[in-house]
């Protein structure tokens, strides 16, 4: 099944410790992104990955780190986490982000620091 | 001012009425337009796409798309029980970033 998957599906962590989000996809896409999502201010794009070792800043960067090695994978990696950056956060993968296909999502990773 | 605009709502319609969902957008080269649909605790799934003006039908759905107003509509024909959802309009720009609007939450009561 063509899919995205994001690990953990839930976090509770404290302040300042290290954490990442993995994300997976299976469908060849070269285009890949990470979202969050807060009530009232919809989805913001984070970072975007146009293919391997080629990442770019979204409209939130701060506080967040990506690295794109291989292909399927998308980690967001949360060095020294803050409670704003409590928050429901997305992966999406795309066939060719220029080719205008739309998004598939992951499952969400709702992210609790304390 | 905000790249993608939309009502919050929430909208509620009759079951079998047409719900009207509407975007507005502000960057002017805007090239592709989205609409997903997002059930509560789900994550966003495409609907449609629209890149030219005018109309785009996909069995009950039909996104309207109108550049010089910078404005994207979504149409629901004979709404249903099951189309209750927040309905969230994104645009992607020439720089190759996605915008979403904050969504619309749609109602339909049987």
């Known amino acids: 099944e063509a899919q995205v998957t994001q690990n953990p599906r839930y976090l509770i962590t404290v302040t300042g410790k290290k954490l990442t989000v993995t994300c997976s996809q299976n469908m060849n896409h070269e285009y890949m992104s990470w979202y969050r999502q807060d009530p009232g201010l919809g989805l913001r794009q984070i970072y975007y990955s146009m293919n391997v070792e080629v990442t770019d800043k979204g409209d939130v960067p701060e506080g967040y780190k990506v690295s794109r090695k291989e292909k399927r994978n998308f980690p967001l990696i949360l060095e020294s986490p803050s409670p704003n950056q409590t928050s429901l956060y997305f992966c999406?993968?795309?066939?060719?982000?220029?080719?205008?296909?739309?998004?598939?999502f992951g499952s969400g990773t709702r992210l609790t620091v304390v | 001012q905000k790249e993608v605009e939309q009502n919050s709502g929430p909208l509620s319609v009759p079951e079998g009425a047409i719900a009207s969902l509407n975007c507005t957008y502000s960057?002017?080269?805007?090239?592709?337009f989205f609409w997903y649909r997002q059930y509560s605790g789900k994550s966003p799934e495409l609907i449609m796409s629209i890149y030219s003006n005018g109309d785009k039908e996909d069995g009950r759905f039909t996104a309207q798309l109108n550049k010089a107003s910078q404005y994207v509509s979504l149409l629901i024909r004979d709404s249903q029980p099951s189309d209750s959802a927040t309905y969230l309009c994104?645009?992607?720009?020439?720089?190759?970033?996605?915008?979403f609007g904050t969504g619309t939450s749609l109602t339909v009561i049987p």
């Open positions: 999406a993968s795309s066939l060719q982000g220029w080719a205008n296909y739309g998004y598939t």
């Open positions: 994104a645009v992607q720009n020439t720089g190759n970033q996605f915008y």
């Open positions: 960057d002017r080269v805007s090239q592709s």
